[in-house]
Nanobody, 122 residues
Framework: QVQLVESGGGLVQAGGSLRLSCAAS????????MGWFRQAPGKEREFVAA????????YYADSVQGRFTISRDNAKNTVYLQMNNLKPEDTAVYYC???????????????WGQGTQVTVSS
């Protein structure tokens, strides 16, 4: 069992930055690939970014490539999502999740956090 708790969401103006954190507890954090997903009102949950167990490989959705950076600190059991040049269309609830493989496929992720709200004003 892995428990995930996101933090760092908030209200920011377009062009601004936020850093989300996801703290994990329970089984060994470094044995899981981690991902970030988001869900806007009235839309399906979508993949944002993923990182391998060691942090050596990262993957991004086209919509955030070049603006968002995923990273992890296995010593702190934490995964991060640095979000720069935010746009109103980035407004959503952001979730972190744990998987056996670093992938953009939602069904591959077994453990999920409760989410943190990110709102970008124009």
């Amino acid at each position: 069992q892995v428990q995930l708790v996101e933090s760092g969401g908030g209200l920011v103006q377009a062009g601004g930055s936020l850093r989300l954190s996801c703290a994990a507890s329970g089984r060994t954090f470094s044995s899981y690939a981690m991902g970030w997903f988001r869900q806007a009102p009235g839309k399906e949950r979508e993949f944002v970014a993923a990182i391998s167990r060691s942090g050596g490989s990262t993957y991004y959705a086209d919509s955030v490539q070049g603006r968002f950076t995923i990273s992890r600190d296995n010593a702190k059991n934490t995964v991060y999502l640095q979000m720069n040049n935010l746009k109103p269309e980035d407004t959503a609830v952001y979730y972190c999740a744990a998987s056996q493989a670093s992938t953009g496929i939602i069904s591959s992720y077994r453990y999920w956090g409760q989410g943190t709200q990110v709102t970008v004003s124009s």
